[in-house]
C-alpha cells in the first residue's frame, strides 16, 4: 500500500512553496524487495516528476 501526498502553501510576495512525500507499507518480503530495487529510481525521477505535475497544476488554477 502506498500514499502520495502534494502540499502547497502560498507564502508572501505571492511565492509558492510545494512539498511531496510518499509512505510506502510493505507487507511481505516481495514488497520490501521490490521497494528495494526501485527507491532510488522513486527518488530521482518519479517523486520529481509528480512534484513538477503538481506545480504546474498549481500555478496553472492560480493564473
Do not use: W
Request: charged share 15%; proline share 2%.
Amino acid at each position: 500500500m502506498f500514499r502520495t501526498c502534494a502540499s502547497v502553501r502560498l507564502l508572501d510576495q505571492g511565492a509558492i512553496e510545494f512539498a511531496l512525500s510518499t509512505r510506502v507499507a510493505c507487507k511481505n518480503l516481495f514488497g520490501r524487495l521490490y521497494m528495494a530495487a526501485i527507491s532510488a529510481t522513486h527518488r530521482k525521477y518519479i517523486a520529481p516528476t509528480m512534484l513538477a505535475h503538481a506545480m504546474g497544476a498549481v500555478e496553472t488554477a492560480f493564473r
